[in-house]
């Protein structure tokens, strides 16, 4: 019963529903040091595995001698390609269609590539067991050039291939060549350059970079010998398809497989993929009846695990000359690394990199993107991102400003000109997508309007005007539209498995719930914002509800949580497990107050009758009439299950305006300011929502500022520890501030779009729009990420704009 004087306002806030901005409430345990995260995990009778790791890029592998490593005590085993082979686990299939090695197959095809592992009974032992691992290597030529792989007489990296003109996508036409993909109209985006009053083009490199989550990749695997079941605990973002996989590779039916992926400190797409440590932890657990437990090091996990981008682009644009887009052509060499495992749905293995046409209005569109092998560490991840959006929507940002520059227009004024007007959603893109809903205008006016955009070009032109300015000022802006929500299982399908989302709810008799999900989180607050959701559709106070994920054995089968796939698919399908829950709720409280259901309002939290608002029935009291005397005709309980597979996915947008002051003398750059809108749809929990923001502009300023993974001629990576490797504290991090407008998803259950990943999309091209535009005044059109102080310099010093 109510509380007296209780309103309706009272009740929402005791709800603490969606659109309430309430702690997250896995905060608790976290911030006391009560974490369980996979190396949390202690088994009895546990041993540890370590990796014996290649020195080099490209080389033969002529002997690997055991002998020393088998003596040292406490070492168990060591495995190499040899020892797995009769299991036919030494290849495995990555999700990308091509096959992997597990452990060096007579052949080295990275550096740091996984050539034996060690079990030993701790992991210091093991350590030093790998250390003892003799290998001899015949080194051979590396490539870690795309351009130079597909030479006429560049090495054959792939011998393992050799013959095969066939790929998983189509013809191959070189020995390092994957894949050629394609998207759009040629033959229309031929006739508009053809046409075009004006044209510019530019090639632009994306550099390859590290998700580098906090956590590092590990697993604890487990086989039970006597009931021939297989547990594993791992850090994972998408445990069901783990399971499937895992399954099919070691013939295990998958009603004995189980894995969970406790908590996960952070993933960004580096957690989606399966790694060879598994696979080799998982044997070693099956040949010695013992769990295993494999942990890597950070420098092996930014070596060895997914990295992301590493995209050569060449973009095109015609334009009438009034600045009108007519035609847009993209042309990308992507480097994939030694193996194609890319963590891309099955029919796009460019991922959604054609959503490049971004935000705006182009008639005819154009892109083609060719995979290419090197000597480089594999499996090319969605770094924050859905699938390749982040290099789609820099190159397209990047190539509206530079004919903004040519034609003398304003960066502003470019993209109102050119974007899709609110009345032409649902949009059709050149490249077949469907935008689900926008209004760019209004969100650009009011970024302009708050960061006073007149007032900084007027203080930019004052200082380019004074020769003695010690410091040159740029002013970044970007409008971009991502898409995510993966996706739609008549577009995205996982090694054939649909990529729809899972929700199981269980009301209790009491009236508390419990809600199970195909998804796992990663640090988005995942058990706050879904209590939040059922909440507002069922009356039970988010508190009441509890959320579980990640484990196999309880939770429905889902696709996991990466490509900002929480919100669009998860959330959807929570809410439509309650609805169903909610409709079975309204008969029982009919039954109660016996009257018809259509007799009934729903308020808050309670269904009452209508006209009459002091007979009502809460969900506590529904709840226990549910499982106590239920209606004649009806099945006791209150739960329901819900798969949901999205009829499209969802395009949230945004805009944003970067300020940088560049000291001319040193190169240094400080952001001065920082503002970024997002459009996410229905807003959950907005506290949750900046904080995500907040976290996906961070990284975006560790890319843009400072973040590659360099590598020299022999393949060498000259980047692989934190001293080495650009990781912003809150030393660094600039000051950031958020806004945002709400246009609702129209096909979403609750309007949702998914936040997440777009702070992260929309805020690399806004740091280098900034960057270039402090040097557009003397003709510079672009220079490439990163931005770091000492490139800064030489560009400066380039164009004679030091002091």
Known sequence: MDAPGQTVEDREIALAGMGTSRLRKEDIRFIQGKGNYVDDIKLPGMLYMDIVRAPIAHGRIKKINKEAALAIPGVHAVLTAEDLKPLKLHWMPTLAGDVAAVLADEKVHFQMQEVAVVIADDRYIAADAVEAVEVEYEELLAVIDPYAALAPDAPVLREDLAGKTEGAHGRREHPNHIFTWDAGDKAAADAAFASAAVTVSQHMYYPRVHPCPLETCGCVASFDPVKKELTTFMTSQAPHVVRTVVSMLSGIPESKVRIVSPDIGGAFGNKVGIYPGYVCAIVASIVLGRPVKWIEDRIENISSTAFARDYHMDGEIAATADGRITGLRVSVVADHGAFDAC???????????????????????????????????????????????????????????????????????????????????????AFGFEYDSGDYHTALDKVLEAVD????????????????????????????????????????????????DSCEIRVHPTGSALARMGTITQGQGHQTTYAQIIATELGIPSELVQVEEGDTATAPY?????????????????????????AKARKIAAHMLEVHENDLDWEVDRFKVKGDDSRFKMMTDIAWQAYHQPPADMEPGLEAVHYYDPPNFTFPFGAYVCVVDISRATGETKVRRFYALDDCGTRINPMIIEGQIHGGLTEGFAVAMGQQMPFDAQGNLQGNTLMDYFWPTFVETPHWETDHTVTPSPHHPLGAKGVAESPHVGSIPTFTSAMVDAFAHVGVTHFDMPHNSYRVWKEIKANGLNL
């Open 343 to 429: 963590a891309d749905p099955t029919k796009f293995p460019a991922g959604l990199f054609h959503i490049c046409s971004g935000s705006y209005d182009i008639p005819a569109a154009y892109a083609s993107v060719k995979g290419v092998y090197t000597n480089k560490a594999p499996g090319g991840v969605a770094y924050r991102c859905s699938f390749r959006v982040t290099e789609a929507v820099y190159l397209v940002e990047r190539m509206v400003d530079i004919l903004a520059q040519r034609l003398n227009m304003d960066k502003a004024e470019i993209r109102k000109k050119n974007f899709i007007k609110k009345e032409q959603f649902p949009y059709t893109s």
């Open 453 to 500: 955009y007149r007032a900084l070009r007027a203080e930019q032109a004052a200082k380019r005007a004074d020769p003695q300015s010690p410091t040159l000022m740029g002013i970044g802006l970007v409008t971009f539209t991502e898409i995510v929500g993966a996706g739609p299982s008549k577009m995205c399908d996982i090694l054939g498995v649909g990529m729809f």
């Open 558 to 582: 889902g696709l996991g949580t990466y490509g900002s796939r929480s919100t669009p698919v998860g959330g959807a399908a929570i809410a439509m497990a309650a609805r169903k829950i909610h």
